[in-house]
């Protein structure tokens, strides 16, 4: 049975021209295969997966694959509002060699997006996936929030695995870690609430902030599993200012700038999202400095 732990990075996508640029995902997949990250998402958030074609999604799940090689696990984000694109993109992802599927809330029918719904669609999915779901439950970008309830009768389907948690709930963090069967895992999506959830029980996480510091979001978790809670939390602290700048406050935008200062490749988020302006970008390289990064000119 696949075990979900440790640290994921969602990788960004490159676009030159706006087009992928596979040259600079291969430059940017040796810094994060070489790091201790125990996994790679394709077509997470910070992916773009919204802004991707379906010809799109299935070449850069082919290339990844291919490129990773068995280096690290591969989680691919195969979410989408229409069930039958999931499931191909479950079994193109399953042909391919990856581990698991990352799958968003459906989120454009919100108003019917109740538990019932919701559990008769995961576990459809479920049933006919040959690789395992992790639930990916983004209630900021999705506009849907999976509850803890139902993420407890979720997790006693043999092919439901985890959940990937980005509400900040620390509280409804908590109640899926403590109801939900002993062997589904929750990652937190956030380095802001990685340590309290690691506390909790959480299995480790799922950051954005892992494309520029992987090896440093993978401390966090050997670290607590080793008892040192004072230097969890001295790293913690050291890097929220660059966590909240490469997230909530500027960003897939920010993210790609802040890969571009410490020797990543970035490039333009697709319309239409935008890269930020120069203060902003000062502000994310200060935030860098502050975690300790080599900033790059």
Known sequence: MFELKGIYCPIATPFVNDKIA???????????????LEGIVVMGSNGEFTSL???????????C??????KKRVVVGTGSNC??????LCRVSA????????VVTPFYFKGAMNDANLENYYTTLADKSPLPIIVYNMPLNAGVNTSYELLCRLSKHPNIVGVKDTSGNIVQICQTIFNCEKDFSVLAGNWAFLLPALFLGAKGGTLALSNIFPNECASMVELYNEGKYDECRALAKRLIPINAAVTTKYGIGGLKVAMEYVGLFGGEPRLPLRLPNDDVKKAIREALEYAGAEVRA
């Open 22 to 36: 596979y040259d600079k995902l291969d430059q940017n997949m040796e810094f994060w295969t070489a790091s201790k």
């Open 95 to 102: 042909d391919c060699g990856a581990d698991a599927a990352l």
């Open 83 to 88: 069930m039958d694109e999931t499931l191909h």
């Open 65 to 70: 694959c291919k490129v990773i090689d068995g």
């Open 53 to 63: 074609r379906e010809s799109e999604k299935e070449e850069l799940i082919r290339h």
